[in-house]
């Protein structure tokens, strides 16, 4: 079955301690991004990936880092959380960036509390 | 910086009716256009994605791109209870902008 998997799905952890947000993808990908979504902000891309070794910010990349050495994993890493990083995560993969290739398949999400 | 703008709703609207969702986006020169489906809890599907302007219909559903007015908007017909969800419209290639997303409730 084509799917996006990320885990894990709950996380609750406290200011400071790195944690790291696993997403994988089994559909020979191109293109991953990783979510943030908050009551009233909606939906906002983090980072993403074109490629193994390419990635670039999206709207609110502080705090987090990823990296994307194979083509179906691109982990999110918070290398020192806050309570302002509490939020529903989503990993996303799509065949590429062109027409008709940039559709998102999201993964289930991530639901994360930093105390 | 490309922005989204809808309505957060909710929308409410009986059953068997059209229900109509309507975005903004203020880039002139985004080119790709997604609307999303979510259930509470859930992570979002995809509905229909749109790329030229005019109308593109999937079933029950409609897209609609108005670049001039910059412009989308989803046209749900024969609405069903199940289409009760939040709706989120984006743009982009790589890097992608979401609306906050229209929340829809169909009645019985």
């Known amino acids: 079955e084509a799917q996006v998997t990320q885990n894990p799905r709950y996380l609750i952890t406290v200011t400071g301690k790195k944690l790291t947000v696993t997403c994988s993808q089994n559909?020979?990908?191109?293109?991953m991004s990783w979510y943030r979504q908050d009551p009233g902000l909606g939906l906002r891309q983090i980072y993403y990936?074109?490629?193994?070794?390419?990635?670039d910010k999206g709207d609110v990349p502080e705090g987090y880092k990823v990296s994307r050495k194979e083509k179906r994993n691109f982990p999110l890493i918070l290398e020192s959380p806050s309570p302002n990083q509490t939020s529903l995560y989503f990993c996303a993969s799509s065949a590429g960036t062109g027409f008709s290739k940039n559709i998102q398949y999201f993964g289930a999400g991530t639901r994360l509390s930093v105390l | 910086q490309k922005e989204v703008e809808q309505n957060s709703g909710p929308l409410s609207v009986p059953e068997g009716a059209i229900a109509s969702l309507n975005c903004t986006y203020s880039?002139?020169?985004?080119?790709?256009f997604f609307w999303y489906r979510q259930y509470s809890g859930k992570s979002p599907e995809l509905i229909m994605s749109?790329?030229?302007?005019g109308d593109k219909e999937d079933g029950r559903f409609t897209a609609q791109l108005n670049r001039a007015s910059q412009y989308i908007s989803l046209l749900i017909r024969d609405s069903k209870l199940s289409d009760s969800a939040t709706y989120l419209c984006?743009?982009?290639?790589?890097?992608?902008?979401f609306g906050t997303g229209t929340r829809l409730l169909v009645s019985p």
């Open positions: 749109i790329y030229s302007n």
């Open positions: 984006g743009t982009g290639f790589q890097k992608l902008v």
């Open positions: 559909m020979n990908h191109e293109y």
């Open positions: 880039d002139r020169g985004s080119q790709s």
């Open positions: 990936s074109m490629n193994v070794e390419v990635t």
